[in-house]
């Protein structure tokens, strides 16, 4: 999927934009915003097109879903960044977690933004350069589901998103760990 601004505006005038995302009508819904904040988007529906889009184009700023079919967004945040550092990825997902969090980060990614999210919390985020002292912090301590959540994506992570080396690792079944994993965390508003 290819798609590109309707604006008379050529891309040299705008800020170029890629998003990246699974979701189709998330994705539609995500362009129409942004062109409307005077971006040139241009969409991608998996981190393999997109890449191929970026290599022939490198964008300024880019959105990309998580977890998506094939490659993640935490490869295509790698990708990114080593084809041009000076962009600025926000990576967004239903799944957040310490450990993604964690790694988008240090992969190169601006922010990272737990869904639902608006267009305008997507580029504050790109504007973003420092971190908040003044965040709210969490009065209770994590749900034990959470807990478990987290150190799921942590041995995942350390795994290299290998889905059989983290079952070994946890000593837990393949399909068990496949069924937590397909499941949404519980969320307290406070930690994200």
């Not at 990576?91 to 988008?104: C, F, H, K, M, P």
């Not at 969490?138 to 799921?152: D, T």
Request: proline fraction near 5%; include cysteine; glycine fraction near 4%.
């Amino acid at each position: 999927m290819l798609e590109h601004s309707t604006d008379p505006k050529t891309s040299d005038e705008q800020p170029t934009l890629l998003l990246v995302d699974d979701d189709e009508v998330f994705l539609n819904a995500l362009a129409m915003a942004m062109r409307k904040r005077g971006f040139f988007v241009t969409l991608a529906n998996c981190a393999e097109t997109a890449f191929a889009i970026a290599q022939a184009d490198p964008p300024e700023f880019a959105v990309v879903d998580l977890k998506m079919p094939g490659n993640s967004g935490l490869v295509l945040v790698r990708q990114l960044t080593s084809l041009q550092a000076a962009t600025k990825i926000v990576v967004l997902t239903g799944y957040a977690s310490i450990a993604t969090a964690v790694e988008a980060i240090k992969l190169g990614a601006t922010h990272y933004l737990a869904k639902p999210v608006d267009a305008d919390e997507i580029v504050a985020a790109f504007d973003k350069q420092t971190g908040d002292a003044e965040v709210e912090l969490a009065s209770s301590p994590l749900p034990v589901g959470r807990l478990e959540w987290e150190h799921i994506q942590r041995v995942l992570s350390e795994n290299d998103g290998n889905i059989s080396a983290t079952a070994r690792s946890l000593n837990m079944h393949r399909r068990t760990l496949q069924r937590k994993l397909g499941k949404k965390p519980s969320i307290n508003p406070n930690i994200i």
